[in-house]
Structure formats: structure tokens, C-alpha cells
């Protein structure tokens, strides 16, 4: 079997029919790209379905047969297919000679990826990588309980300082620099608890959320293996004494924001902007007594900003998102013994890096996040190598060099210049924008910021060597890993500091996703996500159009979703007024009721269907219907000044226009199992993959015209949803 039909695992002999449809001799694409993306698209197509009843059945609905999930995942889709790709040319990169393998940065880059795939190596340390670190930052009590006579002498603000200046990011809260709202070329350091960092959703991976159970058991084995590695035999009874005060205090801080859930499932984050000083002064005012409960903001700050040189004091801005959870936060520490939180800072470091450690700490890791999905493989070691590489720069620099085209990124650009057209076509003529909101929509479009494929610099070898002076990596994986994540931690860092520059790539170029920024209308298009054959630019325009045109299309709506609608076009926040805003939320509001009527449907007599909740992925539902609708016209355009299209293989007997609304659809095609599935509805902003077909088709008229829908027809609704009219 060929590496490109192994990528699709596509079992299909033939040509998928079309009844009722006209069929006309076309010129065929016979290139392997076209060959591939038609037989991916085939591999879904379900005749038997009415495409106006269920197109997610229809265009969908052999894919789970055609492309079983793998033993070592949970889902499959067309985005995995592509991740694959990605992987395995990653793969090839690393491993191969090159001819920049002189260059300095390449040099590090390929011995960090040898010394990830010595599994000898790494086995025959142990523990010992963490267990030197946690025994140089006061030890784990949970670990000696009984065993050191100073254990209620250990301060947990210590040691989690001590982890916070490595790795910008402490046990109860996490640090992010963004945009000021009034000046967007200035940034101001974010302060994250609760919803941040101690919520259920974000404290807890979704497995141990779900399988409880077997987080009780990792943390157990866990402890024990540390316990035998130091020659500790503890009696069980005291063992699980121990475990159950850990447990409970993880326990207690999820219970902190318990009820703080509807801040994630669809309303403003609520942040206030103070000085250290008074931040220090509303913490205080929990009135806790017991040093366990102590924070001292400004040497906190202080001490996350010292690699920068920058010099600060009390006066110092700083931005609290939530910040009535402090008080509950000190309440909780302040009468939670040292010895626990310091065990609990000390897990919580642990937990990060047990797959960098040996096997018996990899599948623990392994039964208590994918035993619960049935997952019974691990994934190959290479694959976790080549994910974990944080010398991203070099590794998207042999990307660029060996797979991508520059003719793609003026394909791109030509994408999305068609789509901004599109959207203030729209923004033009609709309806309950006034004078003063058109003229603002259309400039904001007009000056977005898009960084396509990959920076500039990558064309410059100096530039590349540069970025990783002082950067030292050796024979050990672990002490590599930590190098590596602290130097690019502080060149984020040290970016951060300084004023906005939107021109900045802040993700890498083999990202498989695109994105858009509202504090700075920045559009970023990595190479990953244009990659051929998914993005080919002598691919039919359906094709192209269909799949990465409507994800362009969905990034470049998100400038209008309730959270982008309220900044300039050049970051800044504004207001609007009063008539664009009820008109603007009445039309979001369709939205929600739309998809709120949407129902996961779990198999099983017992079992309560899951209804999705429509506020909470509004602003992603909103974009996938506006990606939808102008990527269809963009492509309509577009067609009518290309030379005559040629038609995939095996799919001769469609129009263009089914051929578009096939190849969306395509790229939301899933294999996935009801327990994940669920359990993504109930925590992901984004809708599942099926309702990301239903609910955009639904709302356009196009489709219900390519495929001759009848009126009142399931997705030829008599309301449609849509946010220009």
C-alpha cells in the first residue's frame, strides 16, 4: 500500500453515482491530489440518504466504514487525515540529511528529536529527572509523609514560585499578555484563576473528568512508584489518609468555580484592570490568616517579568479575569495544611511531565486519560516526538523548504481578497446597519493584518541561526525539554514586553488551524493548514472553495462575532451604539435557538440525549454560516473567470456547486465514538462536526439550489438563519 493511500485509508472501488443528475463530458483532473481528495470525498457519499434531508448522512455517512478510527485514537477525520500528513512529512524533515543540516539551529533541532526517540536512554533514568527537581524544591510530602521531620516547614509559595519563573505559569494561576482595550499597540499582563487555571474544565483533562475513578488510580500509582524509588514503604491506611487530603483539595478547587460554568458556556469573561497594589489590597480583604493563604502580588510579578529586565512596582497595571474567585481561593488555602498544597503544587508539576519519563509512568499516564474511550494502543513514538518538538521555528523552516510552494501563497491571498469582497458585499446591503456601521465594518475588513504560510525571515538562514543563540541542547530528553520550553517561554516573553507589532508570527507555520485575532484584526494562515493535496491551487475551485475557502471564510467572520464586533480596525475597543447592537444580538439570537434545538442522541434506553447548547458555541456557529455563504459566492465569482473547471475522478456526473457543498462537508466528516462525541458537546465552543454540515446548510439558500431541495424540505427551512439581512 502506497503512503498516500494509506493516509486516506480509503476502502473504495468505483465511482460513487449521482441519480437525477445530469451528466456531461468534462475534462477529468488526473493529478495524484485530485485522484486523492476524490477518492476522500467518495469514501463518505451515501446514496442512500436525501441530501435535503440529512447532507451530514449524505456526504458523511460511509466515511466511519471507509475510515475506521484507529486503535489509538478517539476520533478520525478529514483534519486528522490531514495532522497524519503533516506528521509524516515532519517526520521525513527530522530524519533525513538536508543540506542545512550545518546550520546551528538544524543541529539542535535534530539532536532534541534523537534524544526524544532514545527510549533506552529515557528508560534507564527512571524517575530520577523529576525526582531531582522536586527534591531541589523542597521534596513531594505526599511522598515522605512521616519520613522528614520538617515537612510542615516547607512553603508552597517558594517552590511555586520557583516553577512559575520556568515555566510562566504557577498552580492557581496562569499569565498571558494581550492588547490594552483603549491602545492596541501596548499590551497588559492578564492574571487567569479560576476559569484559567483551577476550573474543572481547565484543572482536569476531560478523561478524568469523566472517569473519576481512574484519576484516583493514576495518582495512586503515581505515588507509589515515587515512594518505591526512594525506598518508602508506607502502610495503606496512611497511603490513602494521604491521598484522600490531595484528593479532597483538588477536589475543593474545582468546587471553587463549580457554579462559574456559564462563563464558559457563552458570557463575557469579566476582567478588571487595577495596579498590583490593588489587586493586593482586594486579595487582602479576604481577611485569611494562616500564611498558607499569603500571596505577595508584587514579588510575583515581579519574579515572572525578571527575564525581561523589566523594572516594576506597586503601580504596576495589571488585568484579573474573575477576580471575586480570590477570596474564595484564600478562604481555601487558608485553611489547607502546608503540607497538602505543597504536595499539591509538587503534583501538579509532576503530572505535566510524566510522558517524558519512563514507561511505567508513560502508561500510567496512558490507562487513566484513553482507557475510559477504550483506547487500547498508544501512539507510536515518533508521532509524540514529532509533536513535542518546541524548536518550532526550525522545524517549520525544513517544512517550508521541502513541501511548500510559494505559488500557494498567492492562491491564498487571491482566496481570501475574493471572500473580503464578499463580505462587505453583504455588509453593504444588509439591512440593520446604518451608515456610520457600514462604513466601520468595511474599513475593519479593509485593514485586516493576514500572514499566509510562513514569516518572511525564514528566507534568511542568519535570521534563522540568530533566533536560537543560547539555546543548548544535550543527550538527555528531559533536561532538553525543559531548555527548550524555557527559551522559547522567554522570547515569548520578551516579545510580549514590547509594543504590538501585528506583522509577528505568534503561532508556527505548521499549525493545522487558522485563526483570527480581535484585539489586533489579525488574520494568520499557516502553511500546515494550505498544504497540498487539500489545498492545491490547480484543484478545482469547488474543491478549494468548499474546504479551505469556508475556513478562511469562518476566521474572517469571527471580525464580526460577538466577541470581534467589538474592536476597531486596529485592535482597539469600542461600543456600539444601541439601534446596531439589538439588531446585531437579534440576529445572533437565531442562532442560538437554532442550535439549541440540535440533539445528541446517546444509544441506550437509559441514557438522556444531549441537547447542545447554542450560546455557548454561538460565535462559532456564527462563522461557520457566514464562512459558508461567502465562500459559495466567492467561488461563484471566481468561476466565472477561470478557464472551464475539470471535474475530479470518479465524480463527473456533479455540478461544480454540489461539488463545493461536497468538498465542505467532506472536511468535517468524523469517525467518533459516542463517549467522546458527548463529552465534546459538553465542554467544546465549537458545535460537533455533524451540525457544523446541518446547521450552515440549513441556513443557505445555495444549497437547497445545487441539490434541488423541495420547499419546507428538512434543510430547506422556511427561516434561515443569517446575519446580513
Known sequence: MTLLTLLFYVIVAGAAGFPNRRSTDHTVCETDACRLVGESIRSGIDESVDPCTNFDGYG????????????????????????????????????????YDNLEPIKKLKQYYRSCMDEDAIEKRG???????????????IQLRNHESN??????QEIDNVYMKMFYTASFFEFGFIPEEDDATKTILVILQGVGSFLEEEIVKRSERLFPAQNVDKMTNVVKAFKKYKGIETPSENLVADLNELLSFQEDLKNISEHENEIRKGLKKIRDKMTIAELQEYYDQAGTQHPTAQINWLHLVQDLLKPANKVIDASYPVLVEN????????????????????????????????????????DIEFTSDYMGYNITEQKPRWKKCVADIPLQDALSFLFIKKFH??????????????????????????????????????????????LIGYPSWYNNETALVEEYEGLEIGENYFENKLAGGIFEN?????????????????????????????????????????????????????????AVGTIIGHELAHSFDTNGIEYDKVGNKITSDAETSEAFNERVKCFIDQYNNFTLVEEGEDEEPVQLNGLFTKDENVADNIGLEVAFTAFQKRKLL??????????????????????????????????YEIASANSDDHSPNKFRILGTVANTATFSDAFNCPDHSPLNRDSKCTLWK
Not at 486503535?71 to 543540506?99: C, Y
Not at 484585539?519 to 494562515?525: A, E, G
Open 127 to 141: 524517575l530520577e529527572p523529576i525526582q531531582s527537581m522536586i527534591d531541589a524544591n523542597g521534596g513531594w510530602p
Open 323 to 362: 477576580k471575586h474567585l480570590l477570596h474564595k481561593l484564600a478562604h481555601l488555602l487558608d485553611a489547607t495544611p502546608q503540607h497538602v498544597i505543597v504536595s499539591y503544587v509538587q503534583w501538579n508539576l509532576i503530572r505535566q511531565f510524566l510522558s517524558l519519563l519512563n514507561k511505567e509512568m508513560r
Open 642 to 675: 477561470a478557464v472551464p473547471q475539470p471535474k475530479l475522478p470518479g465524480l463527473t456526473n456533479i455540478t461544480d456547486e454540489q461539488l463545493f457543498f461536497l468538498s465542505f462537508a467532506n472536511s468535517w466528516c468524523a469517525a467518533t465514538t459516542k463517549v
Open 151 to 156: 515537612i510542615e516547614n516547607y512553603i508552597w
Open 490 to 546: 522567554t522570547k515569548k516573553l520578551l516579545k510580549s514586553m514590547k509594543p504590538v507589532d501585528r506583522s509577528i508570527w505568534m503561532v508556527s507555520p505548521i499549525t493545522l488551524n487558522a485563526f483570527y485575532l480581535g484585539p489586533m484584526n489579525l488574520m494568520v494562515i499557516p502553511a500546515a493548514e494550505v498544504q497540498d493535496p487539500f489545498f492545491t491551487p490547480g484543484m478545482p475551485l469547488a474543491v478549494n472553495y468548499g
Open 60 to 99: 458523511c455517512g460511509l466515511w466511519p466504514e471507509n475510515n475506521p478510527i484507529p486503535s489509538n485514537d478517539v476520533l478520525w477525520s478529514t483534519n486528522h487525515l490531514i495532522d497524519l500528513r503533516t506528521s509524516l512529512r515532519l517526520k521525513e524533515v527530522l530524519e533525513e540529511e538536508s543540506e
Open 405 to 450: 510552494s510559494p505559488t500557494t501563497i498567492q492562491a491564498v491571498t487571491d482566496m481570501l481578497d475574493d471572500l473580503k469582497v464578499e463580505m462587505k458585499e453583504r455588509i453593504l446591503h444588509s439591512e440593520w446597519t446604518n451608515d456610520n456601521a457600514k462604513n466601520f465594518m468595511i474599513d475593519k475588513i479593509d485593514n485586516i493584518m493576514s
